[in-house]
Nanobody, 123 residues
Framework: QVQLRESGGGLVQAGGSLRLSCSASGRTFGGLAMGWFRQAPGKEREFVVALSRNDAHAYYGDSVKGRFTISRGGDRNTVYLQMNNLKREDTAVYYC????????????????WGQGTQVTVSS
């Protein structure tokens, strides 16, 4: 089993930045593909970004490409999501996700979820 915990959400003005963190415990974290999804009120959970197990490949959703960056910490137990030039439409609960093998953009294929952290972007 893998337990994921997100942190770093909050309130920010449009154009600002936030960095989310996801810390893992339990199963060897370095062997997992990781990603972030988000869900706004009344909407389906949306793919944001994913990172392959060896960090060789990162895939971004179109809505965040060029503004968000995913990275993995040196301890291999933490994943970060740097969010720049935030827009009101980025407002959502952000969920950290882990995949046992390869990553998917379909939220139904996620193996483990964090509890979510709220990001609110004001105008």
């Amino acid at each position: 089993q893998v337990q994921l915990r997100e942190s770093g959400g909050g309130l920010v003005q449009a154009g600002g930045s936030l960095r989310l963190s996801c810390s893992a415990s339990g199963r060897t974290f370095g062997g997992l593909a990781m990603g972030w999804f988000r869900q706004a009120p009344g909407k389906e959970r949306e793919f944001v970004v994913a990172l392959s197990r060896n960090d060789a490949h990162a895939y971004y959703g179109d809505s965040v490409k060029g503004r968000f960056t995913i990275s993995r910490g040196g301890d291999r137990n933490t994943v970060y999501l740097q969010m720049n030039n935030l827009k009101r439409e980025d407002t959502a609960v952000y969920y950290c996700a882990a995949f046992v093998s390869i990553y998917y953009t379909d939220h139904k294929m996620v193996d483990y979820w964090g509890q979510g952290t709220q990001v609110t972007v004001s105008s």
